[in-house]
Nanobody
């Protein structure tokens, strides 16, 4: 079964940067598309970035130009570099397969808080 462990969140001022990591196990990592999702208080979880098996990427309009997703197939790890952070980026960030997450495999997520 797919297991996911996210890390790297924290408290940062607006305009700052963070790098999130997601370690995956229990899956043939290189065969799968992965994405970063986020859930802000009172809102539904949304997919903000995805990285395809060949390394190409796509982003939600809200993060395009500021976030960069990448993967390391040798380490079974997905990364999210977040720059120019805004208060509206405050959320719990999760990784999972994309665009259809494995609903029984959500990790604990990592909290990102951006202060104004």
């Amino acid at each position: 079964q797919l297991q996911l462990v996210e890390s790297g969140g924290g408290l940062v001022q607006a305009g700052g940067s963070l790098r999130l990591s997601c370690a995956a196990s229990g899956i043939t990592f290189s065969f799968n598309v992965f994405g970063w999702y986020r859930q802000a208080p009172g809102k539904q979880r949304e997919l903000v970035a995805r990285v395809y098996t060949g390394g190409s990427t796509s982003y939600a309009d809200s993060v395009k130009g500021r976030f960069t997703i990448s993967r390391d197939n040798a380490k079974n790890t997905v990364y999210l570099q977040m720059n120019s952070l805004k208060p509206e980026d405050t959320a719990i960030y999760y990784c999972n397969t994309a665009p259809y997450p494995r609903t029984d495999s959500w990790g604990q997520g990592t909290q990102v808080t951006v202060s104004s």
